[in-house]
């Protein structure tokens, strides 16, 4: 069975500071990739998404980046913390090639910018 | 724009107590309708997934149901472990078909 593995799970960072948050999934070859954000009382905002390697899409600006190293590990990144970036970060993962279907969430990252 | 929303945005029954949360959307060319639970401080968990207006899906206390312009989760006697958050989501019918999240609904369920 496949599983998505994010962490860390929470983080406290300083204003300025770099980010790398990691997620890897396990079980299946392909699959999309997305880093979402989730803010108090909204509802999930996607940031990236990936359909392969070194393929990566942003869909708001901001402060952040993100990098597809291998077929399935994903990272999100900053050079430098604003207090705006925090919030609670989500990885998801769904099958390729099958647009209709349904996405498999990491259990999250809770980052405090301080 | 495709728009999901999500009602209401807060719920609390008793144990027991039966009740609907709501989801209505505006997609053209409905991609799937996907409803998920969320603990607090937790990813969200998938529960169902609806394609058609009449589809139904059942998973112990929670059935979903799908109509051309919204769906409703349906909880029978709902008990407290069914407290949570409860997302739905439609997939966008250009581009990337991404998925377009409500807000979601907190369900309260007390003893």
């Known amino acids: 069975s496949q599983t998505i593995h994010q962490w860390p799970a929470t983080l406290v960072q300083p204003v300025g500071s770099p980010l790398s948050l990691e997620c890897t999934v396990e079980?299946?070859?392909?699959?999309?990739l997305y880093w979402y954000r989730q803010a108090a009382g909204r509802g999930l905002q996607l940031l990236f998404y990936s359909v392969g390697i070194g393929q990566i899409s942003s869909e708001v600006p901001q402060n952040l980046s993100a990098s597809r190293p291998q077929d399935r590990q994903f990272i999100l990144s900053s050079k430098k913390l604003l207090l705006s970036d925090s919030g609670f970060y989500l990885c998801?993962?769904?099958?390729?090639?099958?647009?209709?279907?349904?996405?498999?969430f990491g259990q999250g990252t809770r980052l405090t910018v301080v | 724009e495709d728009q999901v929303t999500q009602s209401p945005e807060a719920l609390r029954l008793q144990e027991g107590e039966s009740s609907s949360l709501n989801c209505s959307y505006t997609?053209?060319?409905?991609?799937?309708l996907f409803w998920y639970r969320q603990d607090p401080g937790k990813g969200p968990e998938f529960l169902f997934t609806l394609y058609s207006a009449g589809e139904e899906k059942e998973k112990e206390r929670l059935k979903a149901t799908l109509t051309k312009k919204e769906s409703f989760l349906h909880i029978t006697a709902p008990k407290p472990e069914d407290s949570a958050t409860y997302l739905c989501?439609?997939?966008?019918?250009?581009?990337?078909?991404?998925?377009?999240f409500g807000t979601g609904t907190r369900l309260l369920v007390s003893p």
């Open positions: 989501a439609v997939r966008e019918n250009t581009g990337f078909q991404k998925l377009v």
């Open positions: 079980g299946t070859s392909n699959p999309n």
């Open positions: 997609v053209s060319g409905l991609r799937g």
């Open positions: 998801a993962w769904s099958l390729r090639g099958q647009p209709n279907t349904e996405a498999f």
